[in-house]
């Protein structure tokens, strides 16, 4: 199965470890070949998610990254930390696990959108981790990745190398049911996790959606319902490669309403140039009344600089390298309102926290209230 390269990766002291992972993942799931990829990201940065134990794995691996590999956000904004009410303690180990990651050539990008740093290409061959990131590369890009873990994505990462096995194979990636979609896409992909976990959407919208809605329908698409792509009429670049399934459901997005919020937390995933300017827009010059919270990459904060310093006069906190989820900040607060079906999913589970949804406009109107 392995090639002589991949056999000297087994043998080579730097790089056996990580090449150990991922001949045992081939073998779990009978996978013939490896494969060479283009590009990893890697999840589990947060000291939150990880803490000791992850950080002291991280620690014991050897060698240097190969290809480009980007990182998923971590538990605090690294430089606004005390602000979101982040402890000395918890900053510390934080910043500890970067500097291993930088230690390792990894770009510490701190971000759930890292094709906005990089584009992948139709066909490449990935692994990444980051369920939200992996169902956008399959399914807009026609990218080709499983959804790695973070340890998985690392050993790919230090390899070049993943298992060919699953979305990795063209026949693996037909549609295996057709939805019509109706209302916001966050909700219809939230929705449509739940009803039909695991498969292979084909959806149909009432109108073209835009890059930002798709972000937001793979995010929670991955989120509850174990997705890693679907197919969109018209831009998924494989979709007429396929036979359309011949089931139908119909899936319909509506707005309910929730608890009452003292935050409004938006950019999960992090926020686009597109989306800052959009949040701009529809504050129309009004004071911010309460919490509003903005998450984007800190990329996209620098190519944003204007609108992001408008936002902040206007009362908003646009935070960098983070996200309501993966930071333990968000804990001071009953209720949360978020126009992402992905939070609408975690914030329960990981910060015990009522969640209220609402599409952006609904977002920002709460917070100028
Ligand atoms: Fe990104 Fe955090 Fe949401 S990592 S997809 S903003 S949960």
Not at 242 to 265: N, Q, S, T
Not at 272 to 294: Q, T
Not at 339 to 368: H, I, T
Request: hydrophobic share 40%.
């Amino acid at each position: 199965m392995l090639s002589r390269e991949e056999e000297l990766l087994l043998e080579n002291e730097e790089t056996k470890d990580c090449m150990k992972i991922i001949v045992a993942l081939a073998k779990v799931f009978n996978a013939e070949k490896l494969v060479k990829i283009s590009s990893a990201h890697i999840s589990g940065v947060s000291y939150d998610n990880i803490g000791d134990e992850g950080l002291e794995w991280l620690k014991s691996i050897k060698g240097k990254v190969v290809v480009p590999t980007t990182l998923n956000p971590a538990g605090m904004d690294l430089e606004r930390w005390k602000e979101m009410g982040i402890g000395e303690e918890f900053y510390k180990k934080q910043m500890e696990i970067i500097e291993v990651f930088k230690n390792l050539g990894v770009q510490i990008t701190l971000t759930c959108t890292p094709y906005y740093i990089q584009k992948p290409k139709f066909g490449e061959h990935l692994a990444w981790a980051e369920s939200s990131a992996v169902v956008y590369a399959n399914s807009v890009f026609g990218a080709r990745t499983n959804r790695e873990s973070g340890i998985s994505a690392l050993a790919s990462a230090i390899t070049g190398r993943t298992p060919y096995y699953g979305l990795h194979i063209k026949e693996n990636r037909a549609p295996t049911v057709v939805v019509k979609a109706k209302g916001d896409l966050s909700l219809v992909g939230y929705k449509a996790g739940l009803e039909l976990p695991g498969e292979i959407p084909y959806f149909i919208f009432e109108r073209k959606p835009s890059m930002d809605e798709l972000k937001l329908l793979s995010a929670s698409i991955a989120a509850s319902g174990n997705v890693a792509m679907f197919h969109a009429e018209g831009i998924t670049p494989e979709c007429k490669d396929f036979e359309k399934p011949e089931e139908v459901v119909e899936i319909d997005g509506k707005i309910e309403k929730g608890c009452e919020a003292e935050l409004v937390a938006i950019g999960c995933p992090h926020c686009s140039k597109e989306e800052l300017e959009e949040i701009l827009k529809l504050i129309a010059g009004r004071k911010v009344k309460k919490e509003l919270w903005i998450f984007t990459s800190r990329k996209v904060a620098e190519e944003s600089k204007e609108v992001v310093e408008k936002l902040e006069k206007l009362g908003a906190k646009v935070f960098r390298d983070t996200c309501m989820v993966v930071s333990p900040a968000t804990e001071k607060f009953n209720c949360v309102m978020v126009n992402s079906g992905k939070a609408l999913e975690y914030l329960p589970k990981k910060r015990k926290l009522e969640v209220s949804f609402g599409d952006l406009k609904a977002c920002v109107e709460n917070a100028v209230r």
